[in-house]
């Protein structure tokens, strides 16, 4: 929208997910049984990457989901993290608090303007700084998007005129999605694109690369030019788009939302899966991060918005079809602190209609 090694990391200069930082370890691990329901607001577990994995990697985390609820306010802090909780009044309003004060000290308005204009360097440094070995491979993908596995009719990977299963994803970073994908279905297609040179290069340079697999190259999604030369308009079945779309200047989602558009075949989807508000990685911003609402620089010069629900379908994808919107909260405490701090991400499914399309 991703192994880490053992680092201490400063959290508030780190970028999102898709290009993997250390804020979005939990939700990048975080394993949840697809549901097909159009909206749901049922919270995913959280595995931080320090503690021991699954004994079965592919059990989904949901069979074992809601064993830990959090029934008496009272007990708060006798566990490090609960699920299934509910977003209360009190949370409510110490996050609108948090916000508030954050909108008091802004970033300076003559030097908005850059961080935009100077994304591809920012990223370039980013990846300069932290190559493949600083990100955790995304093994929960089948739990998560099981689409991306289903056999289609034809064959396991083969589509119903006989071509091989092509997915695109957008902000590719190291290859935490790629690799892991296509070592779990070798004879699909992906297509790797990201902003940012170096981490293109990243992926190029792995020992996983094969051509005749993957073709890796260096895109922006808001390109006013369109879909990539790369990718034959209506070609794509599956487009992923993991913690990469909170990088985006809002002003972007709609040249973004067409050029996905249009290299999706007819009935193609989207897979997504980022930031939603009040989410802590938004709160912990300090004065001097706002570029405006809810839109922020991090300390490295890269910008992360923190979507909800309703900006996701009404905006971002509002020519699909929804086919799942999912709010995933779960609460984490620090005990010897007595904080309460929520990890909130928002996954959706959304589909190219198979008719009455038009292309604009």
């Known amino acids: 929208m991703l192994s880490f090694p053992s680092m201490q990391v400063d959290k508030s200069k780190l970028p999102g997910d898709a290009k993997a930082c250390e804020d979005c370890k939990s939700s990048d691990l975080v394993r949840r049984k697809n549901t097909p329901a159009a909206e749901s607001t049922r919270p995913t577990p959280y595995t931080n990457p320090r503690e021991p994995r699954q004994a079965n990697p592919r059990q989904s985390a949901l069979d074992s989901f809601g064993g830990r609820k959090l029934t008496d306010d009272q007990t708060v802090f006798d566990h490090n993290a609960w699920d299934n909780v509910e977003w209360t009044e009190e949370a409510e ?3 609108l608090d948090k916000i508030s004060k954050q909108s008091l000290d802004p970033v300076d308005p003559d030097e ?12 370039n440094k980013f990846y300069q700084n932290h190559t493949d070995s600083f990100f955790m491979d995304r093994h929960w993908l089948r739990q998560e998007f099981p689409e991306l596995f289903k056999p289609v009719e034809g064959g396991p990977t083969t ?16 290859g935490n999605t790629v690799f892991p994908l296509l070592a779990e ?21 792995s020992p996983s690369y094969n051509e005749s697999q993957c073709k ?3 895109y922006d999604v808001t390109s006013a030019a369109g879909a990539p030369p790369e990718v034959p308009r209506n070609s794509v079945d599956i487009c992923v788009c993991i913690f990469v779309l909170s990088a985006l200047n809002p002003r972007d989602w ?13 009935g193609g989807i989207v897979l997504f899966r980022d930031y939603g508000r009040y989410d802590m990685a938004q709160l912990r911003f300090k004065g001097g991060r706002m570029l405006n609402d809810n839109f922020y ?5 890269t910008q992360v918005y923190f979507f909800t629900q309703e900006e996701i379908k009404e905006k971002l994808f509002s020519r699909f079809e929804v086919m799942q919107s999912v709010v995933d909260r779960r609460l984490i405490v620090n005990r010897s602190r007595q904080l309460k701090m929520y990890r909130i991400w928002m996954q959706g499914k ?5 008719t009455g399309v038009v292309d604009v």
Request: proline share 4%.
């Open 112 to 123: 908005r303007e850059k961080y935009s204009q100077e994304a591809n360097d920012f990223w």
């Open 93 to 95: 309003r110490e996050a």
């Open 159 to 174: 589509n119903a005129d006989g071509s091989r299963k092509t997915v695109f994803e957008i902000g590719c970073g190291a």
């Open 297 to 301: 620089i991090r300390g490295d010069g």
């Open 254 to 266: 709609e040249q973004a939302q067409q050029n996905i558009w249009d290299i999706l075949k007819p």
């Open 350 to 354: 959304f589909r190219k209609p198979l």
């Open 185 to 205: 279905d070798p004879t699909m297609f992906v297509y790797a694109a990201d902003f940012s040179s170096t981490a293109v290069d990243v992926v190029k340079a």
């Open 216 to 218: 890796a190259f260096v």
